[in-house]
């Protein structure tokens, strides 16, 4: 009974979403007053009836309800209860019903949060984003229904794959969604402006911090992601260029541009159609994301199992949605540009590079993510992309643009003076220099080019985006205090800073080591003894596992016990691999058991990593100041 | 400079900059290129014989062999219609198993033994990458003719 509520629900949200999406789009053409109001309690009435289908899907979770095949297929009677709640959205059906989901509550959000926003453009927001509902409410209900009865019901379910079994991972997607639809309402922002002919510096007021918002949770998501992999995968990497990863990557480093952009078009009125386009690319790259996650094209550990049906719808809706605002801008975007003139050194002109690099940056990962397909359809054969390549492309554009970061968050709008900059970060350079030779001398006792490079970039922006918080804690009395948002931004920038320590260091300084080892064994590894003191039965409530006890000492000075396990899930019979990881701020000691290779000999692999840490810590460092920047009061006032 | 030298200067730099960073990325990317053989071809000496490249197919039952107490191993691979032999050291991935789909990344050593450098083995039990799916099933449909006795035999070098 309960799933055919959430079934009948679905149906019920679906018919509201086309209300929302004709309505009001009508309404704000002929500038009808009602047609126009429907757009609220609509969306309203598409959110609650998504949220009753969402809870009835997570009801039969809950309950073990075996008669549901999606259910059936991805739960069991043994799994723990925060499983059961996440398993609703471990695959295509249900993960599909929580962006829907995502997408009703940010479309409700935007309702309720918009009073000072002109009637026409919300109506035509909120005419968009029911667009969108409609086309995934259809391709969840003709393609990929999660209340699909499973007769005659199952005993007990196949279980959620053990990988999933985490908390990281139940909650990695839904903060990576929340990120990725988020871009749709700077997409609906950007074809209602289009729509309406009319974008000014109020425009980019309304949906900067939408934007900032979806940003923000999409760095998390993202982080999070890296962190599973990273303790979860068993193999200790924390990026691995795969098309997945990339597939969420693009969508952040277009929408960094898309927030940069926009904070221009705020300020300046400027760049207008050009931040309308990167709207239009952040939510696009979200969708192609979907695309090559869902259907199967692309080799990746990620993708869901293959079906073309949903590929092809998926692929339909992406060319509608691309191709439509792609036409609508080449019509209408030239007659919304201004031309107001900065001088060479402003602002302006380091928000241009800085939109110029991270473009470059995201057409290199698109290039390389899709090169494998496209080489394909030439006839090439079937290749793939190395992450070396990734590593090399990727950096060419980000050097100079973490370089550019440092001298362009301090620079004026408009104009400015050369003396006053110079001045200002003189010192911050050098010092950084001196940084970022002698740090890595002094702790590790080697350098080397990129290793320079990397902890001058590092220095360099966690000195430049300190200078304006400590001016404003040094200020003498009456001088004004630093605002929410340029604290958010040099807050943002600090932890791009402490992200690049990471990633410098544990690239030049980490050490990874496959090993055979028994019992009672020591070996040593970048400096650190590594003891095998036992291996050991444990029961999970769902598994079995052999644990190994491994103690770490430093020139036999006892540091810390890690556990690894190698697991074995009783339903599904996969092995898995649970790290043990010994976390400092400064290092994680990482073993992973590999299998028995011998009379009580084991494969491992150990891991020292130097800094790791400050990756994701870094990257929530970003999320935190963009939140920051959000919450300034005078963003919400408006200008006339 | 006139200011109209200097925007000159500043974009002939940005072309020269631009060019150079192409070039180094087509350059990576060439060396990066990893071709995807499938194990008949392998075995019937069409391979790329100066750079990596990846087989992948199915574990043969039983030709895992691993060295006591080492992290040397190797099995064999096959397409259905051809097996190559396999070296490899290292951690294996958890869903290495007998006649499970693999993929393995290395190149062509001595003796037609193939040297991997990494193994991949999927996720999800059910998934098996596209290319050996497609490898598999290539072979999988010449069979049917005659499921009992092979139309095609493995041709070697």
Known sequence: ??????????????????????LPLVGAHRNDAALMSVARSATFGQFFFVAVSFVCLTIAFLESDFSVL????????????LYKVSAVWSAHEGSLLLWILLLAAWTAAVAKFSSDVPEPLIARVIGVLGLLSVGFLLFALLTSNPFDRLVPAAMDGADLNPLLQDPGLAIHPPLLYVGYVGFSVAFAFAIAAMIGGDLDQNWARWTRPWTVIAWAFLTMGIALGSWWAYYELGWGGWWFWDPVENASF????MGTALIHSLAVTERRGLFKSWTLLLAISAFSLSLLGTFLVRSGIIVSVHAFATDPTRGFFILTFLAIVVVGALVLYAWRAPALDSTVGFSPLSRETFLLLNNVLLVVATTLVLLGTLAPLIVEMLNGGKISIGPPWFQVAFLIPMVPLVLLLGIGMHTAWRKQNEGPLMKLLRLPAIAALLIGVILPLLFYGRVSLMLVI??????????????QPYRSWRRKDGAAAISRSALGMSISHLGMGLFIVGVTIVSAFGVESDRAMRVGQTLEVAGLEFELRELRQVQGPNYAAIEGVVEVRDDGDYIGTVRPQKRQYRVQKNLMTEAGIHPTWNKDLFVALGEQVGDGVWSVRIQYKPMIRFIWIGAFVMALGGLIAVSDRRRRRVTS | MKPRQQRMLAVGLAVVGVAVAAGLTLRAFEENMMFFVDVSDVVAGDYPSERNFRIGGLVVAGSIEREEGSLDLSFRVTDTRCEIDVSYTGVLPDLFREGQGVVAHGRMGNEGVFIADKILAKHDENYMAPEVAESLGKHVQDQTASLSSRTEECETE
């Open chain 1, 250 to 253: 693009m969508p952040w480093l």
């Open chain 1, 454 to 467: 990397g902890c001058f970039a590092a220095a360099w922006i966690v000195i430049s985006s300190l200078i």
């Open chain 1, 70 to 81: 999606y259910v059936a297929n991805h739960s069991q009677l043994a799994l723990p209860t």
């Open chain 1, 1 to 22: 009974m309960i799933p055919e509520i959430g079934h009948f629900a679905l149906i019920l949200a679906l018919a509201l979403a086309a209300c929302q999406s004709v």
